[in-house]
């Protein structure tokens, strides 16, 4: 489902974190134990339709329906995408990432906390098209992997199998550069 795949793909890219499922960096704990502050506004940080598409999210991830992430809830969700042995302590992980319950409203702030420190769309594109000198809108995806495996913050062997996953080579073996810098950014695909 849309959505959902969005959302978990999200939460799963490895960019933005390197643990699957954490939502939020330490700041935003402080800020929500300091009462709502904070929460408030979380509201106007998306437009209405990204709103929408993670109510969604929350929705499906929210499995026993009660309003609530829990603990139960994550393990049933990747389950149900095939991913059978996560650890209880990753789930344990995965809900302390919040300061509390994991409502709606706090599901949607830790996204926007997570979003606001991403750098821009203009600056990551930046960074990609150093390794496009003939300006195409593609990298090899070898080439592309051994960066990503070799240097600074080296992707593990999941890691690659879930960029590859979340954007697919071309059958020449090219990967579109600006489709990743969008997605990170904006957190969906661009309509072709």
């Given at each position: 489902y849309n959505a959902a795949s969005h959302c978990l793909l999200l939460l799963d890219h490895p960019n933005l974190h390197s643990n699957r499922l954490k939502m939020a960096p330490k700041k935003a704990k402080r800020r929500q134990a300091a009462g709502d502050g904070g929460s408030s506004n979380v509201f106007s940080m998306f437009e209405q339709s990204q709103i929408q598409e993670y109510k969604e999210a929350f929705t499906i991830i929210d499995q026993n329906r009660d309003g609530i992430i829990s603990k139960d809830d994550l393990r049933?969700?990747?389950?149900?995408?095939?991913?059978?042995?996560?650890?209880n302590e990753e789930l344990e992980a995965m809900i302390k990432e919040a300061?509390?319950?994991?409502?709606?409203?706090?599901f949607l702030t830790m996204f926007g906390e997570k979003l606001k420190g991403a750098d821009p769309?203009?600056?990551i594109l930046?960074?990609?098209?150093?390794l496009d000198p003939e300006a195409t809108g593609t990298i090899k995806k070898?080439?592309?992997?051994?960066l990503l495996t070799t240097q600074c913050?080296?992707?593990?062997?999941?890691?690659?199998?879930?960029m590859w996953a979340a954007f697919p080579p071309d059958v020449a073996g090219?990967?579109?550069y600006k489709n990743i810098c969008y997605v990170i950014t904006h957190g969906e695909e661009k309509e072709e």
């Open positions: 049933d969700v990747l389950a149900s995408m095939g991913q059978l042995n996560v650890k300061s509390g319950p994991i409502n709606f409203t706090v769309e203009d600056v930046s960074a990609f098209k150093v070898e080439f592309l992997q051994e913050d080296r992707f593990s062997a999941e890691e690659i199998k879930n090219n990967v579109d």
